[in-house]
């Protein structure tokens, strides 16, 4: 069941649909009906804020809203046919009613989500009810209200999302049902543990969870969010994260200690020293390892692989276009230099960059630099460095790789070793 997320929506006003019955025994009771269904639209519910800025959920094709009030024991089932929500089924009642509307239905299983952004809207359970008793005999009108919360999980490295599940004071939840007289949706439980999301690698992943119950957010046996006694707030968006994306670590430079800032620009990527080796160096030198590294065993020269996923580079319209994959990249002025300016554009790293300063001699307000990877490029003889070059009107003109002698020093972005 596909959703469509837009900035703005707004459903069509829709009129009453129905039919005579042909049950004999009830000959004032009328079978068919049509439901006006509105999300309730506010800056803060039924809302998810990302990079792309917000969106907000709308009804789709074939979503089915479950219907039901006092009188009757189960639900009607009504379908978007794309402009309403019909039910040949659903009977007006004898006397008036207040009449209850959930979707995706009565029952929600939370368990082994996808962690997809396009499925969020699959789990996210809407609830609403009739303004004033009625027996439907005008249709029905309803505006439906958010009932859970999603959790944008950022799984720093490979591995820290193997097993998210979440606790309330019952037990592990394992989904929602709906409370049928009141619009809303209780929260089922398991004293056995469930998990809601399972992902080997490092990435971002979203999560339907219930709103307004105190929650406990676990990845495996380690806590990694407590909620106040009030919950996460209905149709509202939050950014957890695994582990840390900047912090410091030592390095050794000429037999000192010295602690140096590093900062991670998507899941699972190196983490970037915020500055470069004082000195530029050779090839064989940005190679060496362990103690033996310019910076000690704590550090090391980044792979050609990890400074090829700051973006694609297209060639259009006669110039070179930058599109992020996991940064964006500018030329800037810093420090009375100049030099690449990289952010990272994934959630929970929109905050986090990295200056790499071009050459100490550019002119003319050309820009150009060459960092070194620790790989040899193509035959063996010679080192593949990271280059780019252009000029602050232009922005880069190009950025890829090419190759140097082994023995050309040239300037060095360490990234953190992993242990």
């Known amino acids: 069941m596909k959703k469509i997320l837009y900035s703005v929506f707004m459903l069509a006003t829709m009129v009453l649909a129905a039919c005579s019955s042909e049950d004999t025994t009830e000959p004032d009771v009328k079978r068919g009906m049509v439901l006006k269904a509105n999300v309730e639209d506010t800056d803060t519910r039924a809302t ?14 074939g979503d089915e809203v479950k ?73 029905l009108t309803v505006t439906m209200k958010a009932k859970v919360a999603v959790l944008c999980i950022v799984g720093v490295k490979d591995g820290d999302c193997r097993d998210i599940n979440v606790k309330t004071a019952e037990g ?36 339907v969870v219930p709103a307004d119950v105190k929650l406990l957010v676990y990845n495996g046996e380690t806590l990694i969010k407590a909620t106040k006694a009030g919950g996460l707030t209905a149709g509202k968006y939050y950014t957890l ?29 190196p983490k970037f020293a915020k500055e470069n080796v004082a000195e530029k160096i050779n090839f064989t030198e940005a190679r060496k390892t362990g103690d033996a590294y310019v910076w000690g065993a704590n550090w090391r020269t980044p792979t050609t692989d990890e400074l090829n996923k700051f973006f694609t580079v297209k060639y259009e319209d006669e110039k070179y276009v930058l599109y992020p994959i ?18 990272g554009v994934k959630p929970g790293y929109t905050g986090n960059t990295i200056y790499l300063p071009a050459e100490p001699n550019s002119e003319d307000r050309f820009i150009h630099s060459l960092y070194l990877t620790s790989e ?10 990271f280059s780019y070059y252009g000029n602050l009107e232009e922005n880069v003109s190009h950025i890829g790789f090419s190759f140097q002698s082994t023995v050309t020093p040239c300037m060095v972005r360490p990234v953190l070793v992993e242990k």
Do not use: H
């Open 48 to 61: 998810i804020t990302d990079n792309e800025g917000k969106w907000k959920f709308a009804f789709a094709t």
């Open 67 to 139: 219907v039901g009030n006092d009188q009757v024991e189960g639900y009607y089932t009504f379908t978007n046919d794309g402009t309403v929500f019909t039910s040949t089924d659903a009977k007006q009642t004898t006397k008036a009613a207040t009449w209850c509307a959930f979707f995706p239905g009565e029952q929600i299983s939370l368990a082994n989500q996808s962690g997809e952004f396009a499925d969020v809207a699959n789990k996210y359970a809407l609830a609403g009810a009739t303004t004033s008793a009625t027996t439907g005999s005008d249709g």
């Open 172 to 207: 592990y939840v394992s989904g929602l049902t709906a409370a049928k007289n009141s619009a809303g949706f209780n929260v089922q439980t398991s004293t056995a543990k469930v998990t809601l999301l399972s992902k080997q690698k490092a990435g971002v992943y979203y999560v």
């Open 241 to 269: 994260k695994t582990g840390e994306t900047d912090g410091w670590e030592y390095a050794t430079i000429n037999g000192e200690q010295v602690k140096k800032y590093w900062v991670q620009l998507w899941p699972g990527g």
């Open 326 to 343: 996991n940064t964006t990249g500018r030329l800037i002025e810093k420090n009375g230099g100049y030099g690449l300016l990289l952010t």
């Open 376 to 385: 040899y490029y193509s035959n063996g003889s010679d080192a593949q460095s």
